[in-house]
């Protein structure tokens, strides 16, 4: 099956500092990638759609300017987190579709990030 | 209004009891029906579709309400795995993006 992988799965970093966190599609290319974020008993809120070969999109209240997004390749998208604060505090997680399944969507295992 | 709620449980039930839940949506507009699970600190998996006609996957069956806009999910014979936090999911439109409800949590006790 599809496979989509993230990394680092936790990270706690100090308030001020950039953090980075990778999404890759292990065995299909993506040309579009999805990031979340899930804070405690809450649902996943899109983030973002990430383009590769364009300008990642956002969604309404999301800063561009904090939350950056680069899709380097089919493979690849990054979301760097700027100038974390305690409130960036979340889970955040990435998705892919798979051509040919349709739109069935599969979840990296998420990245923990906790700013001190 | 939040574009897809479900009510939160929990829903405490024995091995072997049925449970049913379901969740309303908001966007009309919304074409493609999800079922995800979610285990505590893990990512979202999918457990069905969900089809205009309602569909059956082993134990679990899925039915669409397209007039009323909401979508059900009964389990059957629940086993002491089926514990988790089950999430409906419904995309926005004709985008692929996803909409996803805050969770049900189901706890099957032995």
């Known amino acids: 099956g599809a496979v989509v992988s993230q990394h680092p799965s936790r990270v706690i970093c100090k308030s001020g500092t950039s953090v980075k966190i990778e999404c890759r599609s292990l065995?299909?290319?993506?040309?579009?990638m999805f990031w979340y974020r899930q804070f405690p008993k809450q649902s996943l809120m899109l983030m973002a759609t990430?383009?590769?070969?364009?300008?990642?999109?956002?969604e309404q209240g999301v800063e561009k300017d904090k939350f950056l997004i680069n899709h380097a390749s089919l493979t690849l998208s990054t979301l760097t987190v700027t100038s974390a604060h305690p409130e960036d505090s979340s889970f955040y997680i990435c998705?892919?579709?798979?051509?040919?399944?349709?739109?069935?969507?599969?979840f990296g295992p998420g990245t923990r990030l906790t700013v001190l | 209004r939040k574009e897809v709620e479900q009510d939160p449980g929990p829903f405490n039930v024995p091995e072997g009891a049925t449970v049913a839940f379901n969740c309303t949506y908001s966007?009309?507009?919304?074409?493609?029906f999800f079922w995800y699970r979610q285990d505590c600190r893990k990512e979202p998996k999918l457990l069905m579709s969900?089809?205009?006609s309602g569909n059956e996957d082993g134990r679990f069956t899925a039915q669409l309400n397209r007039a009323s806009q909401y979508i059900s999910l009964l389990i059957r014979d629940s086993k002491l795995s089926d514990s988790a936090t089950y999430l409906c999911?419904?995309?926005?439109?004709?985008?692929?993006?996803?909409?996803f409800g805050a969770g049900t949590t189901v706890t099957v006790r032995a």
């Open positions: 998705s892919a579709f798979p051509p040919g399944r349709g739109n069935e969507q599969f």
């Open positions: 065995d299909f290319q993506a040309t579009t």
């Open positions: 990430s383009n590769e070969g364009s300008k990642a999109t956002y």
């Open positions: 966007n009309s507009a919304s074409q493609s």
């Open positions: 969900v089809y205009s």
């Open positions: 999911v419904v995309n926005r439109g004709r985008d692929y993006k996803l909409s």
